[in-house]
C-alpha cells in the first residue's frame, strides 16, 4: 500500500470534487494553486459553474451555505429566473412561498403554547441536553394523561352530567337488573352513616372508600343503561367500552411516532448508532450549554466517557482471548447469580401476594373500619410494593459486579432487571386480586361467577387499589424529595465529617427517575378502565412532580459520572413506557373478555363480560354489516390475511439484503477508486519532473 | 416594551427579508437584534445593522462564552474583509439560523464541517481530530487523553467515517456518518 503522505497536495485542491465543495462555501478567500495548468484548470472549473449553479439554483436561498450577502444575490437571481417561466409555475411559486410564511407565522404563535417551554430552555444551558430529554419526557406524559382524560370525560363521564341536570333535554335510562331476586345484585356501597368524624372524609380521600366510593371516580357509579339526548339515545355501555380501546390505542400510536421521530437507525448498517464513536465526537458537545460549570462538567464526563470506552474496546479483546476454564467457571457463576436474583423476586413477588390477600381480608373486617391501623392495612400492598422497587435495585447492582461484563452492558442488564420488578409487581398485585375475586372453594361463586360476598362490586374495588397505588406513588416521591435529598445536600455542605463526606451528593439518576414515572402511568393505564377519572389525577401528579424534580435538580445536583445523551435516553424512556403499555393490556383484556363482569354495579351490569357489548351491538347492524364484520373476523378471512402478511415481510427482508449488498460493493468500489486516483495523480507528478 | 421599540429598528422589509434568507421566525429576528445591540457601545446602537462587533464582545455572549469552539464559530461566520473575525448583523442572523431549530440537517453538517476543519484545508485530518478531541475534553494537561488513547480514538472515528481510506475526511463523508448520528440535530442547537 503507497503511503498517502507521498501524494502532493496541490493537485488534490485542483480536482474538481475539491473545487465544488469550495464553492459551496462560497469561500472568498479561496487559496488559488499556483501551478502549471491553472489556465487549464480554471477553463474546467468555469464550465463546472453553470452545472453547479444550475444544482444549487433549484434550493430556496436559505438552505444554501452561504453568507447573508451571497444569499440575497442567489434569491434575486431566481427571481429573474421566475420572470421567465410561464404563469402557472409563477403562480405556483409564489402560492408555496406565501404558504410557507403563513405556516411559519403559525409555528411561530403556537411556540407559545407550549407548556414549560422557558423552564426546559434554562435547565437544558444549565445541565445539558441529556436530562433536559428527562423533562421534556414529563411534559409529554402530561399532555397525555391530559388528552386520556378528556378522551374518558367527554364519553363516559359528560353524558351523565349533562342528563343529571337535564340539559339539552336529556334523561337517563338506568340498568333494570334482569332479576330483581338475584342474591348477586345486592350492593350497597358503604356509605358514612351516623355520626362521622372529620379525619373519615380524609381516609376515605386516601383510600378511595366511603363517600369516593359511590361518585363518578369509580366503575360503579356508571350503571346507566343509555342517556337520552332529546330524541338520540346514547349508548352508554358502548361508549365506556370503546373510551377505553380508543386512549389504548392513542397512548400506543402517539408513542410509536414519538419514537420514530427521533430515530434514524440505518438497518442497512450493522453498528450501533449510539456507542458509534463519531457520534460522540462530533455531536458530542452540547452547543446550548451556556452555564460555564456546566461546560466544565460536561468537558470532564466527555474525558471520562472516552476514556471508558476506550478500555472497555480493550476489555472486549481480552475477553475474546479468553481460556476455556475461564469461560466455564465465569459462565456458572452468572448461572448461579442469576439464580439468586430470580430467588429475590420470587420472593417478592410471593410476599405481595401474601400481603395483598391479608389485606383484603382483613379492610373487610367492620370492627375497626374507621381507624388508621384499617387505613394502613389498606395502604400495606403499596408499601411492600415500593419497599421491592427501592430495595430490588440496589441488590442488584450489587450482584452484577460478580458476573464480569463489560460497563456498558452492566448498566444494560441491572436497568432490565429494574424494569422487570416494577412492573411486574403491578401484575402480581392485580393477579392476587383476581385469585381473591374468583375464589371460589367451597362454592363461593356459584350463582354470580366470583365471589359476590366480598366482591359485590369488584371493578370498582380493583379501580380503588389502582387509586391507592396512585396516592401512594406520589406520596412517596415527595417525601423522598423533601426528607431525603434536602437534608442529605444541607448534610453535606454543612458537616464535614468523613462518613457524610463519603456519602456525597445525590447524583440525579436519570434511570431511576424515569422508572418511577413509568410505573405511575402504568397504574393510570390499567387504572383508568375501572376508574375513569384517574388520568386527571395523574395528570395533576405529573404537574406537580415536574416541579419538584426541577427545584431538587437545581438545589442538591451532583454530576453524573458518565456523561447521558438526548437521544439514548428518549429511546430508552420510550422503550420502557411501550413495554409497560403492553403490560397494561393483558390485565385489561383478561378483565374485559375472561372475568364475569359484577351483576351488581356497572354499565355491563346484564352482560357475562363487559366484551359482550360489542357482539350485542353488531347484531342490531343491518345484515349485509353484519356478515361483513363476522367474515372478517373468522378464519376464512384471517388465514389468507397472515398468509399475505408473511409473504410482504419476506419480500421486504429480501430486499434490505439486497441493499446491504449494494452498499457494501459500492463501499469497496470507493476504496479502489481513491487508490486508483492518488496512483494517477503520483504518475502524473513523476512524469512532470 | 423593549420588542416593540426594536421593531421600529429594523424596517418592515428588512425584517420580511431576513425571514425569508433565514430558518428564523420574525421573534427570533427581534430578539437576535435586542442581543446585538447590547453588544454595542451606546452610541452605535442607533445603527445596529450595519455595524460590525469585535470578537472579543461576541466572545460575551452567554450563549457562547461556554463553548470550547467559540473561536471557530466567530472565524466561520465573520465576513469580515480584514479576517478580524468581527460579526456583523448579518452574520449574527446567520450564525443563528445554521444553530436553529428549523435549520435543514444539510446546513448544520455542512456548517459543522467548516467549524471542526481547523486548518481550512477542506478536509478533517489527523491534526484536525486530535485538535477536535481535545476540544472536547477540555483545556489543560490532565484532561488530555494519552497519546496512545488519541491514536486509538481517532483510528476508530476514521474507521466509520472514512469510506475512501485516504485518511482524511471531507464533506460528503462526515454529512453521510452524522446523517447517521443521532445526537446531532438535538446537540448541534444554540437558541437566544
Known amino acids: 500500500e503507497e503511503p498517502h503522505g507521498a501524494a502532493p497536495v496541490d493537485f488534490l485542491q485542483e480536482l474538481p470534487s475539491c473545487q465544488s465543495a469550495r464553492r459551496r462555501r462560497g469561500d472568498t478567500q479561496e487559496r488559488r494553486p499556483a501551478l502549471l495548468g491553472t489556465a487549464g484548470s480554471r477553463g474546467a472549473a468555469a464550465r463546472e459553474l453553470p452545472q453547479e449553479r444550475d444544482k444549487l439554483a433549484d434550493r430556496p436561498a436559505r438552505e444554501q451555505p452561504k453568507c447573508m450577502a451571497e444569499k440575497r444575490r442567489t434569491r434575486d437571481f431566481q427571481q429573474a429566473d421566475t420572470e421567465r417561466l410561464s404563469r402557472w409555475k409563477k403562480w405556483k411559486r409564489t402560492s408555496s412561498k406565501s404558504l410557507k410564511k403563513a405556516l411559519s407565522e403559525v409555528k411561530g404563535l403556537s411556540s407559545y403554547l407550549v407548556l414549560w417551554r422557558h423552564d426546559i430552555h434554562s435547565i437544558e444551558g444549565k445541565f445539558g441536553t441529556g436530562i433536559q430529554s428527562y423533562f421534556s419526557f414529563l411534559r409529554f406524559l402530561v399532555l397525555l394523561n391530559f388528552i386520556i382524560f378528556i378522551l374518558m370525560f367527554s364519553f363516559v363521564t359528560l353524558p351523565t352530567v349533562i342528563s343529571k341536570y337535564g340539559l339539552f333535554n336529556s334523561t337517563i335510562a338506568y340498568i333494570s337488573p334482569k332479576n330483581r331476586d338475584d342474591v348477586c345484585t345486592v350492593y350497597e356501597p358503604g356509605g358514612n352513616k ?4 372529620f ?11 366511603g363517600f369516593l366510593e359511590v361518585t363518578r371516580l369509580f366503575y360503579g357509579y356508571y350503571s346507566i343503561d343509555a342517556v337520552w339526548i332529546s330524541i338520540m339515545r346514547y349508548n352508554l355501555p358502548l361508549a365506556y367500552l370503546l373510551a377505553t380501546f380508543a386512549y389504548l390505542a392513542l397512548s400506543f400510536l402517539w408513542i410509536i411516532k414519538r419514537s420514530v421521530e427521533g430515530f434514524k437507525h440505518n438497518l442497512v448498517h450493522d453498528a450501533d448508532p449510539f456507542q458509534s464513536y463519531c457520534n460522540k465526537i462530533f455531536a458530542g458537545w452540547d452547543f446550548c450549554i451556556t452555564d460555564p460549570s456546566a ?14 470506552d476506550l478500555q472497555e474496546e480493550k476489555l472486549k479483546q481480552k475477553i475474546a482471548e479468553r481460556r476455556m476454564e475461564e469461560k466455564l467457571r465465569i459462565y456458572s457463576l452468572r448461572i448461579f447469580i442469576n439464580i439468586i436474583v430470580i430467588a429475590i423476586l420470587s420472593g417478592c413477588f410471593y410476599s405481595i401476594y401474601k400481603v395483598t390477600v391479608f389485606s383484603q381480608e382483613k379492610s373487610n373486617d367492620i370492627y375497626n373500619a374507621n381507624s388508621l391501623v384499617n387505613l394502613l392495612v389498606q395502604y400495606l400492598p403499596s408499601m411492600v410494593i415500593t419497599l421491592a422497587n427501592f430495595i430490588g435495585p440496589l441488590i442488584f447492582s450489587f450482584l452484577i459486579r460478580f458476573e464480569d461484563y463489560t460497563p456498558a452492558f452492566e448498566i444494560k442488564l441491572t436497568l432490565l432487571r429494574c424494569v422487570f420488578v416494577r412492573l411486574a409487581s403491578i401484575g402480581v398485585l392485580l393477579f392476587s386480586l383476581w385469585s381473591q375475586i374468583s375464589d371460589c372453594g367451597n362454592d363461593k361463586c356459584k350463582p354470580c361467577g366470583y365471589n359476590y360476598k366480598l366482591y359485590p362490586c369488584w371493578e370498582s374495588d380493583v379501580g380503588q387499589e389502582m387509586y391507592k397505588l396512585m396516592i401512594f406513588d406520589f406520596i412517596v416521591i415527595l417525601a423522598v424529595a423533601l426528607f431525603l435529598d434536602f437534608p442529605r445536600k444541607l448534610l453535606v455542605t454543612h458537616c464535614s465529617c468523613k462518613l457524610v463526606q463519603w456519602f456525597g451528593h445525590k447524583e440525579f439518576e436519570i434511570s431511576d427517575n424515569v422508572l418511577e414515572i413509568i410505573y405511575g402511568q402504568t397504574i393510570c393505564w390499567i387504572g383508568t378502565f375501572f376508574s375513569p377519572l384517574l388520568p386527571a389525577i395523574a395528570t395533576i401528579k405529573y404537574f406537580i412532580i415536574f416541579y419538584v424534580k426541577k427545584i431538587v435538580l437545581i438545589h442538591t445536583r451532583k454530576p453524573a459520572a458518565r456523561p447521558i445523551r438526548a437521544s439514548s435516553s428518549n429511546f430508552f424512556f420510550l422503550v420502557v413506557l411501550l413495554i ?3 403490560l397494561a ?5 383478561v378483565s374485559i373478555a375472561h372475568i364475569p363482569c359484577s351483576k351488581a354495579c356497572g354499565p355491563f351490569r346484564n352482560f357475562n363480560t363487559s366484551w359482550e357489548v360489542i357482539p350485542d351491538t353488531i347484531i342490531q347492524f343491518p345484515t349485509g354489516l353484519q356478515q361483513l364484520l363476522f367474515g372478517m373476523a373468522s378464519e376464512a378471512f384471517a388465514v389468507p390475511f397472515f398468509v399475505v402478511l408473511c409473504i410482504l415481510m419476506f419480500y421486504v427482508i429480501a430486499l434490505a439484503r439486497a441493499h446491504k449488498r449494494v452498499v457494501e460493493q459500492l463501499r469497496e468500489q470507493l476504496v479502489l477508486e481513491s487508490r486508483d486516483k492518488m496512483f494517477l495523480i503520483r504518475k502524473i507528478a513523476e512524469a512532470q519532473r | 416594551g423593549a420588542m416593540g421599540g426594536s421593531a421600529s429598528l429594523i424596517p418592515r422589509d428588512l425584517l420580511g427579508e431576513y425571514q425569508e434568507l433565514t430558518f428564523l421566525s420574525k421573534q427570533e429576528i427581534l430578539l437576535a437584534y435586542k442581543r446585538f445591540s447590547e453588544l454595542l457601545p451606546k452610541e452605535e446602537r442607533e445603527n445596529a445593522c450595519s455595524a460590525r462587533v469585535p470578537k ?18 466567530c472565524h466561520v461566520f465573520s465576513t469580515s474583509e480584514t479576517r478580524d473575525d468581527s460579526m456583523s448583523f448579518e452574520d449574527f442572523l446567520d450564525m443563528l439560523s445554521v444553530f436553529s431549530n428549523s435549520a435543514t440537517a444539510d446546513i448544520k453538517s455542512h456548517y459543522a464541517f467548516r467549524i471542526f476543519d481547523f486548518d481550512d484545508d477542506g478536509t478533517l485530518d489527523r491534526k484536525d481530530l486530535e485538535q477536535l478531541v481535545n476540544c472536547l475534553t477540555g483545556q489543560g494537561e490532565e484532561s ?5 488513547e488519541m491514536e486509538q480514538l481517532i483510528q476508530n472515528i476514521l474507521e466509520e467515517s472514512d469510506i475512501d481510506k485516504d485518511g482524511t475526511i471531507n464533506l460528503s463523508e462526515f454529512q453521510h456518518v452524522v446523517s447517521r448520528s443521532p445526537d446531532f440535530a438535538s446537540s448541534f442547537k444554540i437558541v437566544l
Open chain 1, 194 to 197: 351516623g355520626l362521622v368524624y
Open chain 2, 144 to 148: 488530555r487523553l494519552s497519546s496512545a
Open chain 1, 295 to 308: 461546560a466544565r462538567l460536561k468537558h470532564r464526563s466527555l474525558q471520562y466517557e472516552l476514556q471508558t
Open chain 1, 199 to 209: 379525619y373519615t372524609y380524609l381516609k376515605d380521600l386516601l383510600s378511595g372508600t
Open chain 1, 585 to 589: 393490556f393483558i390485565p385489561l383484556g
Open chain 1, 580 to 582: 409497560g403499555l403492553l
Open chain 2, 56 to 73: 472579543s464582545q461576541i466572545l460575551t455572549l452567554p450563549e457562547l462564552r461556554a463553548n470550547p469552539f467559540q473561536h471557530r464559530i
